[in-house]
């Protein structure tokens, strides 16, 4: 490319590492075809997959796809849109279910302003009680903050010991800054591959490269050129790694290895 840009292409073989950080196996556009959507997954180059867990059930049938499949590990928590659903005693299900080993992270948690399901007042109560939790057994938390980033970063700074991954980032540069220097990780979803959303690119190619993440968040926000043809599924990660690579100037190769690697220490994933 004339801007000293890097060609980069799906010729990922050099030694692959993708992971998708973030997707709903569980959900049941993917759940009722996992064997194929796992090998379509392997196809593709996709080494790891954490699945999310939005309640207690969920949860538990997400650890559930983990024993039958050890490509994928989980995520486990209460999504702001079903905080309405459970009360702080849910936090001692939570706590139970985060002792399986499968288990990387809580959430994902936060704060909807946006759908606006829940009492505001109510989301942030089942918010803290996770971020209690989380606090408790050292462990990693991807957060969901749609509407809301400054509230939900007011409320992480009374728990900062606890290290945050704002998933599906979507929003402006300057609440891209506020995450960032708060010392928290983005992670990038299917919209930045859409084809109007330059800023977003611009917010990524400005994201210092060990605090990016890239996920689908699958079954939502297929990206280009699937968008509004296919449910999203962890095979089409690939396309969100092409436009990180792109952005950045980087070989798809050195986009895998520095994205997967990130995911891996935010995880504590081992292998």
Not at 20 to 45: K, N, W, Y
């Amino acid at each position: 490319m004339s801007n000293g840009t890097r060609h980069s292409t799906f010729g990922i073989r050099h030694s692959t590492f993708v992971i998708d950080s973030h997707c709903h196996l569980t959900d049941p556009r993917l759940f009722e075809q996992l064997d194929g959507v796992l090998e379509r997954a392997r196809a593709a180059g996709v080494t790891r997959i954490v699945t999310i867990g939005t309640d207690p059930d969920d949860a538990a049938a997400a650890i559930g796809v983990c024993e039958a499949h050890a490509m994928v590990k989980c995520a486990i928590g209460i999504h702001p849109n079903e905080s309405g659903n459970f009360d702080l005693d849910a936090m001692g299900r939570l706590r139970n279910l985060a002792k399986h080993p499968s288990v990387v992270a809580l959430g994902e948690m936060g704060l909807d302003y946006f759908w606006d399901k829940v009492p505001q007042a109510k989301q942030q109560t089942i918010f803290e009680a996770q971020l209690q939790l989380a606090t408790e057994l050292s462990k990693p938390v991807v957060i969901h903050s749609r509407n809301a980033v400054a509230d939900t970063l007011s409320v992480l700074r009374n728990f900062p010991q606890v290290r945050c991954v704002f998933h599906c980032f979507t929003g402006t540069p300057d609440e891209a800054t506020s995450i960032l220097d708060a010392g928290y990780l983005l992670g990038f979803t299917g919209p930045i591959t859409f084809k109007k959303n330059d800023l977003l690119r611009e917010i990524v190619k400005n994201t210092p490269d060990d605090r990016l993440l890239i996920e689908t968040d699958g079954p939502y926000l297929s990206p280009e050129p699937l968008r509004g043809k296919k449910v999203c599924e962890p095979a089409f990660v690939k396309h969100t790694l092409q436009a990180v690579a792109t952005v950045k100037g980087l070989l798809i190769h050195e986009a895998d290895a520095m994205t997967a690697a990130n995911t891996r220490r935010f995880y504590q994933m081992a292998d």
